[in-house]
């Protein structure tokens, strides 16, 4: 206990002496952390986005006007038995009027030859989302497939395209998201090592003398690990200090900028928060702890 707690008392001495280089090893880990969890909330952000624009993809088949409800009802249930379909939804032709004028009710040049036709020139239709979206080409190839007499027209062309984007945007966001990562983990790690070598360094005649007089590799290395544990418990906190500050200042802009897709960073964050927080802990101690072996292990030998 006594060794447990001069280890404790050496590895704080150390910090305050060497106090401006361990504020440099802190800040370089705050950077670190800074920006993996900015890609984490760019991640986030666009999942949520592309998760909505999915939810609102969907495959359009126009029926003839002249077509009864009951077989327009008879060809709703005969999809919606597909496997690959999430929902099916029916839209009349008054209901398409409808839709129509409100979207064009300033518009009073359209709305007057509407009037002036005389009848409801619209069709009927079926909006047919996938349960997928990955699997909507599936779905678009099982619907031209469809024969039915009712028909008139379908649409898949834009929505193939949409599906594709959103595919390309997030295997782009995946791809570059592990390449900082890996980035900042190699440039944590070699800037962490020379600095604690540094500190390692000015303590060299110490860890000669104790390693003469008989000191086990637990007491030489023990204080330089443990203010390893400092490094990471410290950028950590204070990490948690100030990101969360950030997100309250960036939640209204998302809520502005991504009306209608329900995006709360806050709410993830505080839901997550011991998964992500004490995942980075975890990393940044695993560098920090081999930063400090490596570097003390050269003077730790005579």
């Known amino acids: 206990m006594l060794s447990f707690f001069r280890i404790i008392k050496f590895s704080f001495q150390d910090i305050a002496r060497n106090v401006w280089l361990s504020i440099v090893t802190i800040t370089i880990l705050l950077i ?16 949520n986005a592309v998760n909505a624009v999915k939810e609102k993809v969907d495959i359009s088949l126009y029926l003839k006007p002249e077509a009864a409800e009951k077989e ?13 379909v999430k929902s099916v ?20 040049e359209i709305l007057q030859a509407l009037r002036e036709l005389g009848n409801n020139p619209l069709s009927p239709s079926l909006s047919i989302i996938p349960a997928d979206i990955d699997n909507a080409v599936n779905v678009i190839n099982m619907l031209r497939q469809l024969d039915s007499d009712i028909i008139e027209s379908r649409d898949f062309s834009d929505n193939s395209a ?3 984007k959103i595919q390309n945007i997030t295997q782009r966001i995946n791809e570059i998201g592990a390449i900082i990562i890996i980035i900042f983990f190699l440039t944590s790690l070699l800037v962490v090592y020379n600095a604690i070598r540094v500190a390692v360094y000015t303590h060299k005649k110490e860890i000669e003398i104790m390693r003469l007089v008989g000191a086990s ?5 023990m204080p330089f690990l443990f203010s390893a544990f400092i490094y990471a418990l410290l950028s950590v906190m204070i990490m948690i200090a100030v990101f969360y ?12 900028f991504l009306a209608g897709y329900n995006v709360n960073l806050l709410d993830y964050f505080v839901y997550n928060f011991w998964l992500i927080f ?19 292990r050269k003077y730790a030998r005579v």
């Open 32 to 47: 670190a952390l800074f920006s993996i969890n900015t890609l984490l909330t760019v991640r986030v952000v666009s999942d």
């Open 72 to 84: 327009i009802l008879l060809l709703q249930d005969r999809i919606n038995t597909l496997p690959e």
């Open 89 to 108: 939804q029916y839209t009349s032709k008054q209901e398409a009027l409808d839709a129509f004028r409100g979207r064009y009710r300033d518009n009073q």
């Open 162 to 164: 949409i599906v594709n």
């Open 217 to 221: 590799n637990f007491f030489i290395y």
């Open 245 to 256: 500050p950030f997100l309250t200042l960036l939640q209204p802009y998302l809520e502005v």
């Open 278 to 296: 004490g995942a980075q802990f975890g990393v940044i101690f695993l560098i920090t702890l081999l930063a400090s072996f490596y570097a003390v």
